[in-house]
Protein backbone atom coordinates (compact mmCIF):
# COMPACT_ATOMS: atom_id res chain seq x y z
CA UNK A 1 0.00 0.00 0.00
CA UNK A 2 1.26 3.07 -0.72
CA UNK A 3 2.59 4.93 1.92
CA UNK A 4 0.89 9.01 2.12
CA UNK A 5 3.12 11.42 4.93
CA UNK A 6 2.03 13.57 7.29
CA UNK A 7 4.01 14.11 9.56
CA UNK A 8 4.03 17.15 12.27
CA UNK A 9 6.98 18.62 11.43
CA UNK A 10 38.17 1.42 -15.76
CA UNK A 11 39.75 4.05 -18.36
CA UNK A 12 35.96 5.13 -18.80
CA UNK A 13 35.58 5.73 -15.46
CA UNK A 14 38.71 7.33 -14.92
CA UNK A 15 37.98 9.92 -17.96
CA UNK A 16 35.03 10.44 -17.00
CA UNK A 17 35.60 11.40 -13.52
CA UNK A 18 38.28 13.31 -14.64
CA UNK A 19 35.96 15.05 -17.23
CA UNK A 20 33.03 15.71 -14.50
CA UNK A 21 35.42 17.17 -11.34
CA UNK A 22 35.52 20.39 -14.23
CA UNK A 23 32.94 20.58 -16.93
CA UNK A 24 29.85 21.16 -15.28
CA UNK A 25 30.19 24.68 -13.57
CA UNK A 26 29.42 26.54 -16.66
CA UNK A 27 26.02 25.38 -17.47
CA UNK A 28 24.73 25.21 -14.27
CA UNK A 29 21.79 27.05 -12.44
CA UNK A 30 20.49 27.19 -9.32
CA UNK A 31 17.26 24.80 -8.96
CA UNK A 32 15.45 23.88 -5.57
CA UNK A 33 17.48 21.25 -3.95
CA UNK A 34 15.26 18.53 -3.94
CA UNK A 35 16.43 14.78 -5.29
CA UNK A 36 14.46 13.57 -8.29
CA UNK A 37 11.41 12.48 -7.57
CA UNK A 38 10.48 10.57 -10.75
CA UNK A 39 11.56 7.26 -12.19
CA UNK A 40 13.33 6.73 -15.00
CA UNK A 41 10.88 5.70 -17.70
CA UNK A 42 12.73 3.38 -20.29
CA UNK A 43 11.38 2.45 -23.78
CA UNK A 44 13.39 -0.88 -23.12
CA UNK A 45 15.47 -2.63 -20.67
CA UNK A 46 18.70 -1.43 -19.94
CA UNK A 47 20.78 -4.35 -21.19
CA UNK A 48 22.80 -6.39 -18.30
CA UNK A 49 26.42 -5.92 -18.35
CA UNK A 50 28.53 -7.64 -15.53
CA UNK A 51 31.38 -5.02 -14.39
CA UNK A 52 34.25 -4.84 -11.89
CA UNK A 53 32.51 -2.49 -9.55
CA UNK A 54 30.99 -2.95 -5.99
CA UNK A 55 27.20 -3.40 -6.69
CA UNK A 56 25.53 -6.41 -7.91
CA UNK A 57 22.65 -4.80 -7.71
CA UNK A 58 20.47 -5.38 -11.65
CA UNK A 59 20.80 -2.43 -13.94
CA UNK A 60 22.63 -0.47 -11.04
CA UNK A 61 26.17 -0.02 -13.01
CA UNK A 62 24.43 0.78 -16.51
CA UNK A 63 22.60 4.00 -14.58
CA UNK A 64 25.62 4.42 -13.26
CA UNK A 65 27.59 4.82 -16.44
CA UNK A 66 24.79 7.03 -17.92
CA UNK A 67 24.66 9.62 -15.32
CA UNK A 68 28.28 9.69 -15.67
CA UNK A 69 27.81 10.43 -19.56
CA UNK A 70 25.33 12.90 -19.21
CA UNK A 71 27.31 14.89 -16.67
CA UNK A 72 30.19 14.96 -18.71
CA UNK A 73 27.14 16.46 -21.64
CA UNK A 74 26.21 18.91 -19.55
CA UNK A 75 22.81 17.47 -18.80
CA UNK A 76 22.96 17.39 -14.86
CA UNK A 77 19.80 17.07 -13.91
CA UNK A 78 19.10 14.02 -15.94
CA UNK A 79 22.01 12.84 -14.50
CA UNK A 80 20.70 13.41 -10.89
CA UNK A 81 17.64 11.33 -11.79
CA UNK A 82 20.00 8.54 -13.26
CA UNK A 83 22.14 8.35 -9.71
CA UNK A 84 19.73 8.11 -7.53
CA UNK A 85 17.93 4.98 -9.64
CA UNK A 86 21.36 3.58 -9.31
CA UNK A 87 20.92 4.28 -5.56
CA UNK A 88 17.52 3.44 -5.69
CA UNK A 89 18.90 0.14 -6.40
CA UNK A 90 22.09 -0.47 -4.84
CA UNK A 91 21.59 2.02 -0.93
CA UNK A 92 25.25 1.50 -0.84
CA UNK A 93 26.72 1.81 -4.42
CA UNK A 94 29.34 4.20 -3.50
CA UNK A 95 29.97 5.25 -6.70
CA UNK A 96 26.46 6.66 -7.94
CA UNK A 97 27.09 8.51 -4.08
CA UNK A 98 30.56 9.75 -5.73
CA UNK A 99 28.17 10.82 -9.02
CA UNK A 100 25.45 12.41 -6.46
CA UNK A 101 28.13 14.70 -5.31
CA UNK A 102 29.79 15.87 -8.64
CA UNK A 103 26.16 16.27 -10.13
CA UNK A 104 24.56 18.31 -6.79
CA UNK A 105 27.74 20.25 -6.18
CA UNK A 106 26.87 23.79 -7.94
CA UNK A 107 22.81 23.22 -6.92
CA UNK A 108 23.15 21.74 -3.56
CA UNK A 109 26.79 21.92 -2.35
CA UNK A 110 25.72 21.02 1.29
CA UNK A 111 23.64 17.75 0.02
CA UNK A 112 26.74 17.27 -2.52
CA UNK A 113 29.06 16.71 0.76
CA UNK A 114 27.05 14.55 2.48
CA UNK A 115 26.61 12.17 -0.49
CA UNK A 116 30.72 12.49 -0.83
CA UNK A 117 31.06 11.25 2.32
CA UNK A 118 28.50 8.37 1.98
CA UNK A 119 30.70 7.35 -0.20
CA UNK A 120 33.51 7.98 1.19
CA UNK A 121 32.59 5.73 4.20
CA UNK A 122 31.56 3.00 2.18
CA UNK A 123 35.34 2.84 0.66
CA UNK A 124 36.73 0.40 3.09
CA UNK A 125 34.97 -2.12 1.29
CA UNK A 126 35.47 -1.45 -2.09
CA UNK A 127 38.91 -2.48 -4.32
CA UNK A 128 41.20 -0.41 -6.05
CA UNK A 129 41.00 1.60 -8.62
CA UNK A 130 37.27 2.14 -7.14
CA UNK A 131 38.03 3.25 -3.90
CA UNK A 132 41.51 5.67 -5.12
CA UNK A 133 38.34 7.30 -6.99
CA UNK A 134 36.09 7.75 -3.96
CA UNK A 135 38.43 8.53 -1.93
CA UNK A 136 39.78 11.48 -4.08
CA UNK A 137 36.54 13.04 -4.59
CA UNK A 138 35.78 13.01 -0.82
CA UNK A 139 38.80 14.76 -0.76
CA UNK A 140 38.17 17.60 -2.95
CA UNK A 141 34.71 18.07 -1.12
CA UNK A 142 36.46 17.88 2.46
CA UNK A 143 33.66 15.13 2.85
CA UNK A 144 36.67 12.43 4.60
CA UNK A 145 34.48 13.05 8.12
CA UNK A 146 30.33 13.88 8.15
CA UNK A 147 30.11 17.31 6.74
CA UNK A 148 27.84 19.48 9.92
CA UNK A 149 25.06 21.01 7.54
CA UNK A 150 25.92 24.31 9.54
CA UNK A 151 29.62 24.48 8.76
CA UNK A 152 30.08 27.05 6.04
CA UNK A 153 32.65 25.72 3.84
CA UNK A 154 30.05 23.60 2.47
CA UNK A 155 27.86 25.99 1.96
CA UNK A 156 29.33 27.22 -1.81
CA UNK A 157 30.80 24.14 -4.23
CA UNK A 158 34.23 22.85 -4.51
CA UNK A 159 36.95 25.41 -5.27
CA UNK A 160 38.97 25.67 -8.58
CA UNK A 161 41.90 24.68 -6.45
CA UNK A 162 40.15 21.18 -5.32
CA UNK A 163 38.60 20.87 -8.58
CA UNK A 164 41.89 20.68 -10.01
CA UNK A 165 43.32 18.84 -7.28
CA UNK A 166 40.92 16.32 -8.11
CA UNK A 167 42.21 16.00 -11.74
CA UNK A 168 45.41 15.34 -10.83
CA UNK A 169 44.44 12.53 -8.11
CA UNK A 170 42.24 10.77 -10.98
CA UNK A 171 45.03 10.69 -13.63
CA UNK A 172 47.61 9.10 -11.33
CA UNK A 173 44.88 6.82 -10.98
CA UNK A 174 45.38 3.15 -12.99
CA UNK A 175 43.61 3.93 -15.44
CA UNK A 176 43.06 0.15 -17.38
CA UNK A 177 42.28 -1.77 -14.16
CA UNK A 178 38.85 -1.00 -14.04
CA UNK A 179 37.06 -2.26 -17.63
CA UNK A 180 33.82 -4.35 -18.26
CA UNK A 181 34.98 -7.86 -18.01
CA UNK A 182 31.16 -9.62 -19.18
CA UNK A 183 30.39 -7.60 -21.96
CA UNK A 184 26.00 -7.06 -23.03
CA UNK A 185 25.34 -9.42 -26.09
CA UNK A 186 22.91 -6.72 -27.05
CA UNK A 187 24.00 -4.02 -29.34
CA UNK A 188 23.96 -0.40 -27.82
CA UNK A 189 21.87 1.12 -29.68
CA UNK A 190 20.30 4.74 -28.93
CA UNK A 191 17.16 3.25 -28.28
CA UNK A 192 18.21 1.91 -24.64
CA UNK A 193 19.48 5.24 -23.56
CA UNK A 194 15.77 6.94 -24.63
CA UNK A 195 14.13 7.92 -21.53
CA UNK A 196 10.08 9.02 -22.52
CA UNK A 197 11.27 9.95 -25.95
CA UNK A 198 13.87 12.05 -25.10
CA UNK A 199 17.28 11.17 -26.44
CA UNK A 200 20.61 12.72 -25.31
CA UNK A 201 22.12 11.35 -28.52
CA UNK A 202 21.39 11.65 -32.43
CA UNK A 203 20.97 8.14 -34.13
CA UNK A 204 23.12 5.22 -32.87
CA UNK A 205 25.95 5.69 -30.15
CA UNK A 206 28.70 6.16 -32.58
CA UNK A 207 32.28 4.48 -30.85
CA UNK A 208 30.28 2.22 -28.39
CA UNK A 209 30.34 -1.51 -29.82
CA UNK A 210 28.75 -4.57 -28.06
CA UNK A 211 31.45 -4.76 -25.70
CA UNK A 212 30.56 -1.46 -24.10
CA UNK A 213 33.93 0.80 -25.05
CA UNK A 214 33.44 3.44 -22.16
CA UNK A 215 36.63 4.90 -23.55
CA UNK A 216 34.06 5.71 -26.68
CA UNK A 217 31.80 7.32 -24.37
CA UNK A 218 34.46 9.72 -22.43
CA UNK A 219 35.67 10.78 -26.09
CA UNK A 220 31.98 11.59 -27.37
CA UNK A 221 32.06 13.68 -24.28
CA UNK A 222 35.17 15.22 -25.21
CA UNK A 223 34.60 16.41 -28.51
CA UNK A 224 30.83 17.09 -28.18
CA UNK A 225 31.50 19.24 -24.61
CA UNK A 226 32.38 22.24 -27.12
CA UNK A 227 30.09 21.87 -29.83
CA UNK A 228 26.81 19.33 -30.29
CA UNK A 229 25.66 19.39 -26.64
CA UNK A 230 26.34 23.16 -26.07
CA UNK A 231 24.06 24.37 -28.99
CA UNK A 232 21.24 25.84 -28.19
CA UNK A 233 18.80 24.26 -31.12
CA UNK A 234 20.55 20.96 -30.05
CA UNK A 235 19.99 21.37 -26.17
CA UNK A 236 16.58 22.99 -26.06
CA UNK A 237 14.74 21.74 -28.76
CA UNK A 238 16.32 17.41 -28.49
CA UNK A 239 16.74 17.75 -24.77
CA UNK A 240 15.13 19.61 -22.70
CA UNK A 241 12.11 20.75 -24.45
CA UNK A 242 11.42 17.28 -24.82
CA UNK A 243 11.88 16.07 -21.43
CA UNK A 244 9.63 18.72 -20.54
CA UNK A 245 6.81 17.53 -22.82
CA UNK A 246 7.35 13.86 -21.72
CA UNK A 247 7.97 14.21 -17.80
CA UNK A 248 6.04 16.93 -16.89
CA UNK A 249 8.67 19.16 -15.80
CA UNK A 250 9.16 23.31 -16.42
CA UNK A 251 11.99 24.59 -17.86
CA UNK A 252 13.62 26.58 -15.12
CA UNK A 253 14.04 22.95 -13.40
CA UNK A 254 16.54 22.43 -16.31
CA UNK A 255 20.05 23.42 -15.85
CA UNK A 256 20.53 26.41 -18.45
CA UNK A 257 17.08 26.15 -20.41
CA UNK A 258 16.10 29.53 -19.91
CA UNK A 259 19.33 31.09 -21.76
CA UNK A 260 18.98 28.94 -24.76
CA UNK A 261 16.08 30.93 -25.50
CA UNK A 262 17.48 34.11 -26.98
CA UNK A 263 14.11 35.63 -28.80
CA UNK A 264 12.83 38.07 -25.68
CA UNK A 265 9.38 37.36 -27.45
CA UNK A 266 9.21 34.09 -26.99
CA UNK A 267 11.05 33.84 -23.43
CA UNK A 268 8.37 35.98 -21.98
CA UNK A 269 5.66 32.42 -22.38
CA UNK A 270 8.48 30.47 -19.89
CA UNK A 271 7.02 30.20 -16.79
CA UNK A 272 9.48 31.75 -13.76
CA UNK A 273 10.53 30.36 -10.24
CA UNK A 274 11.92 32.43 -7.29
CA UNK A 275 14.30 29.48 -6.70
CA UNK A 276 16.04 29.46 -10.05
CA UNK A 277 17.45 32.40 -11.12
CA UNK A 278 16.90 33.66 -14.66
CA UNK A 279 17.80 36.01 -16.76
CA UNK A 280 15.73 39.61 -17.06
CA UNK A 281 13.02 39.42 -19.41
CA UNK A 282 10.11 41.28 -20.69
CA UNK A 283 6.91 41.00 -18.94
CA UNK A 284 4.39 40.81 -21.64
CA UNK A 285 4.66 39.74 -25.56
CA UNK A 286 4.68 42.90 -27.89
CA UNK A 287 1.37 44.38 -29.53
CA UNK A 288 1.87 43.07 -33.06
CA UNK A 289 3.17 39.40 -31.80
CA UNK A 290 2.12 37.03 -34.36
CA UNK A 291 5.04 34.20 -33.69
CA UNK A 292 3.42 30.12 -33.00
CA UNK A 293 7.13 28.70 -32.08
CA UNK A 294 6.80 28.23 -28.67
CA UNK A 295 9.99 26.49 -26.86
CA UNK A 296 8.10 24.98 -24.17
CA UNK A 297 4.28 24.27 -24.30
CA UNK A 298 2.39 23.61 -21.49
CA UNK A 299 0.86 20.35 -20.19
CA UNK A 300 -3.15 19.59 -19.92
CA UNK A 301 -4.16 19.13 -15.96
CA UNK A 302 -5.22 15.64 -15.57
CA UNK A 303 -9.27 15.77 -13.73
CA UNK A 304 -10.17 14.97 -10.43
CA UNK A 305 -13.28 14.12 -9.14
CA UNK A 306 -12.77 14.09 -5.22
CA UNK A 307 -15.31 14.56 -1.98
CA UNK A 308 -15.22 17.38 0.23
CA UNK A 309 -14.19 17.38 3.38
CA UNK A 310 -17.60 19.28 4.15
CA UNK A 311 -19.90 17.37 2.13
CA UNK A 312 -20.29 16.71 -1.66
CA UNK A 313 -17.73 16.43 -4.39
CA UNK A 314 -15.46 18.56 -6.54
CA UNK A 315 -14.13 18.02 -9.83
CA UNK A 316 -11.69 20.13 -12.15
CA UNK A 317 -14.43 20.08 -14.69
CA UNK A 318 -16.68 22.38 -11.97
CA UNK A 319 -14.03 25.23 -12.58
CA UNK A 320 -14.20 24.63 -16.43
CA UNK A 321 -13.48 28.15 -18.54
CA UNK A 322 -11.61 29.59 -15.42
CA UNK A 323 -8.04 29.69 -13.69
CA UNK A 324 -7.49 27.65 -10.68
CA UNK A 325 -4.69 27.81 -8.38
CA UNK A 326 -4.97 23.89 -7.10
CA UNK A 327 -2.84 23.36 -3.69
CA UNK A 328 -1.69 19.96 -2.72
CA UNK A 329 -0.99 19.60 1.11
CA UNK A 330 -0.19 16.58 2.81
CA UNK A 331 -2.93 17.37 5.25
CA UNK A 332 -3.81 19.00 8.80
CA UNK A 333 -1.13 16.86 10.62
CA UNK A 334 1.93 18.92 8.27
CA UNK A 335 2.75 21.72 10.26
CA UNK A 336 4.01 23.25 7.14
CA UNK A 337 1.46 22.66 4.74
CA UNK A 338 -0.94 25.01 7.61
CA UNK A 339 2.09 27.37 7.38
CA UNK A 340 1.34 27.74 3.40
CA UNK A 341 -2.49 28.00 3.84
CA UNK A 342 -2.00 30.31 6.44
CA UNK A 343 0.03 32.19 4.05
CA UNK A 344 -2.34 31.79 0.99
CA UNK A 345 -5.09 33.75 3.38
CA UNK A 346 -4.11 37.19 2.98
CA UNK A 347 -3.76 37.26 -0.99
CA UNK A 348 -7.64 35.18 -1.38
CA UNK A 349 -9.03 37.90 -1.74
CA UNK A 350 -6.53 39.73 -4.60
CA UNK A 351 -6.82 36.31 -6.34
CA UNK A 352 -10.28 36.09 -6.63
CA UNK A 353 -10.33 39.75 -7.86
CA UNK A 354 -7.76 38.00 -10.76
CA UNK A 355 -10.27 35.79 -11.19
CA UNK A 356 -8.40 32.76 -10.07
CA UNK A 357 -10.30 30.10 -8.16
CA UNK A 358 -8.47 28.71 -4.97
CA UNK A 359 -8.67 25.22 -4.44
CA UNK A 360 -6.81 22.68 -1.86
CA UNK A 361 -6.40 18.88 -2.07
CA UNK A 362 -5.50 17.15 1.41
CA UNK A 363 -4.11 13.49 2.60
CA UNK A 364 -6.34 13.89 4.73
CA UNK A 365 -9.80 11.69 4.96
CA UNK A 366 -13.29 13.07 5.18
CA UNK A 367 -13.92 11.87 8.70
CA UNK A 368 -10.21 13.56 9.62
CA UNK A 369 -11.01 16.47 7.53
CA UNK A 370 -14.38 17.19 10.12
CA UNK A 371 -12.73 16.32 13.14
CA UNK A 372 -9.95 19.16 12.19
CA UNK A 373 -12.89 21.64 11.48
CA UNK A 374 -14.93 20.49 14.71
CA UNK A 375 -11.54 21.01 16.65
CA UNK A 376 -11.06 24.38 15.50
CA UNK A 377 -14.40 25.51 16.57
CA UNK A 378 -13.84 23.59 19.76
CA UNK A 379 -10.85 25.93 20.65
CA UNK A 380 -12.49 29.11 19.77
CA UNK A 381 -10.36 29.27 16.35
CA UNK A 382 -11.50 30.26 13.35
CA UNK A 383 -10.98 27.05 10.64
CA UNK A 384 -9.30 27.69 7.10
CA UNK A 385 -11.88 28.95 5.09
CA UNK A 386 -10.76 26.54 2.07
CA UNK A 387 -12.57 24.13 0.22
CA UNK A 388 -10.29 21.47 1.11
CA UNK A 389 -10.77 18.02 -0.84
CA UNK A 390 -9.85 14.47 0.04
CA UNK A 391 -7.64 12.12 -1.20
CA UNK A 392 -6.29 9.68 0.99
CA UNK A 393 -4.87 7.34 -1.22
CA UNK A 394 -2.92 9.61 -3.22
CA UNK A 395 -4.79 8.76 -6.47
CA UNK A 396 -4.53 12.92 -7.96
CA UNK A 397 -1.25 13.48 -6.33
CA UNK A 398 0.19 10.95 -7.95
CA UNK A 399 -1.72 12.13 -11.71
CA UNK A 400 -0.65 15.69 -11.18
CA UNK A 401 3.48 13.88 -10.63
CA UNK A 402 2.99 15.54 -6.38
CA UNK A 403 4.90 11.55 -5.56
CA UNK A 404 7.83 10.18 -4.79
CA UNK A 405 8.06 7.23 -6.44
CA UNK A 406 10.97 6.55 -4.88
CA UNK A 407 9.66 7.03 -1.96
CA UNK A 408 5.85 6.36 -2.76
CA UNK A 409 4.69 8.96 -0.54
CA UNK A 410 3.00 12.35 -1.42
CA UNK A 411 5.27 15.61 -1.82
CA UNK A 412 3.51 18.77 -1.83
CA UNK A 413 2.33 20.74 -4.99
CA UNK A 414 1.01 24.49 -6.27
CA UNK A 415 -0.23 24.31 -9.76
CA UNK A 416 -1.32 26.85 -11.46
CA UNK A 417 -4.67 25.70 -14.49
CA UNK A 418 -4.98 28.38 -16.79
CA UNK A 419 -8.75 28.68 -18.53
CA UNK A 420 -8.41 26.05 -21.24
CA UNK A 421 -6.85 23.46 -19.02
CA UNK A 422 -2.71 23.95 -18.96
CA UNK A 423 -0.87 23.77 -16.15
CA UNK A 424 1.06 27.00 -16.61
CA UNK A 425 2.95 26.95 -13.63
CA UNK A 426 3.59 24.46 -11.05
CA UNK A 427 6.22 23.87 -7.80
CA UNK A 428 6.45 20.34 -6.50
CA UNK A 429 8.20 19.98 -3.59
CA UNK A 430 9.43 18.00 0.00
CA UNK A 431 8.65 21.93 1.25
CA UNK A 432 5.79 23.81 0.65
CA UNK A 433 5.73 27.19 -1.56
CA UNK A 434 5.50 29.55 0.36
CA UNK A 435 6.04 32.67 -1.63
CA UNK A 436 2.57 33.74 -2.51
CA UNK A 437 3.08 36.95 -3.43
CA UNK A 438 5.47 36.44 -6.42
CA UNK A 439 2.70 33.42 -7.19
CA UNK A 440 0.34 36.14 -7.85
CA UNK A 441 2.43 37.86 -10.06
CA UNK A 442 3.39 35.49 -11.76
CA UNK A 443 0.22 33.71 -12.48
CA UNK A 444 -1.25 36.80 -13.50
CA UNK A 445 1.47 37.24 -15.99
CA UNK A 446 1.21 34.08 -17.81
CA UNK A 447 -2.27 33.87 -17.41
CA UNK A 448 -2.23 37.18 -19.72
CA UNK A 449 0.73 36.21 -22.18
CA UNK A 450 -1.02 32.78 -23.13
CA UNK A 451 -4.53 33.88 -22.95
CA UNK A 452 -4.69 34.00 -26.79
CA UNK A 453 -2.37 30.77 -27.72
Not at 146 to 161: G, M, N, T
Not at 381 to 406: H, N, R, S
Amino acid sequence: MARVTTSPSGPGLLALLTLLGLATAAFAQNPAVDQPHRRPREQKALPEIQVRLTTSAPGAAMYLWRGFDRLARGTDWLARSDFREALHRDPHFALAHAGMALARRETAPRSAAKEAWLAFSASETLRDPERQVVEAIARCFQAEEEPDRLDERFAAPPSEERLAQLAIDLRAIDRFSLVPIEPSSEPLDADIWLEDGASLFTGTLAGIPSTLDLRGVVIQALERRGNETRSSSYFADVVARDWCRNTGGMPYEVDGYVATVTDPTRRVLLPRHPHWPAEESPRALPPDDESKTYDWRPRNAPDFDLPRGLGGRRSLENHAGKPVLVVFFLGFGCVHCIEQLHALLPFRERFSEAGIDLVTIGTDSVDQVRASYQMAEENDEEPIPFDVLCDPEGDAFKQWLAWDEYLDEALHGTFLVDPKGRILWQDISIEPFMDTGFLLEESQRLLEVWKDR
